[in-house]
């Protein structure tokens, strides 16, 4: 799964003030360096801005996304942070963590999970229509379209995170714990 990076915060803690360019499409120069974490790689270069920060890409990608960061904040806070924005993250995050409590079969078919004690559930209609909610506030719909992935759960997540592109801060502080983790196992090697 591949989708557009874009801004959900970061590895620091969330009273800290982040810089507004944090998160956003900006220009980088060459890269120099570029990070393994599992199967994601990233590129790292100098962001072109008046501070000395850092800038990020996908591997194979050209839009190049700003961080806040540079190389003296050390390479494990940089991973952490590349982690929290990258929206494909998330949907790992979430298919790792969120725990089927209950599901009806057929359509529609209803989902219950909880995801370190945050109850959500998810309906999925014909198509590729589906719904989710928090605990038991109204539903909210979103059209996956024909390309909907036919795995439910898979489906139910994607139908969460096209209903609630925000929804990481339901899950805090424990996707940045997560992320923290994951991002201790950083591989870090030079371009040239």
């Known amino acids: 799964m591949q989708a557009q990076l874009q801004m959900t915060d970061s590895a620091l803690s969330p009273e800290a003030a982040r810089k507004a360019i944090h998160g956003h499409t900006c220009s980088a120069g060459a890269p120099f360096a570029r990070i393994t974490m599992g199967s994601n790689r ?3 270069a100098d962001a072109i801005s008046e501070d000395a920060l850092l ?3 996908a591997e194979g990608q050209t839009s190049w996304t700003a961080l806040d960061l540079s190389v003296a904040d050390g390479w494990v806070k940089i991973a952490a942070d590349i982690l929290l924005i990258d929206p494909d993250v998330i949907f790992e995050f979430l298919h790792t963590h969120a725990i089927r409590t209950s599901a009806t079969e057929g359509i529609p078919c209803e989902m219950d999970f909880d995801t370190f004690g945050k109850k ?3 309906r999925l209609l014909v198509g590729g229509i589906g719904e989710v909610r928090f605990g038991s506030e109204p539903w909210k719909r979103a059209d996956l379209g024909p ?3 036919p795995e439910r759960r898979t489906r139910a997540i994607l139908t969460l995170l096209a209903c609630e592109p925000g929804s990481r801060h ?3 502080p424990q996707i940045t714990e997560w992320a923290r983790r994951i991002a201790t196992g950083v ?6």
Do not use: G
């Open 147 to 149: 390309k909907a992935p």
């Open 170 to 172: 339901h899950f805090e």
């Open 55 to 57: 800038a990020f890409r």
């Open 42 to 44: 990233y590129e790292i």
């Open 120 to 122: 959500w559930s998810a």
């Open 187 to 192: 591989s870090v090697q030079p371009v040239f």
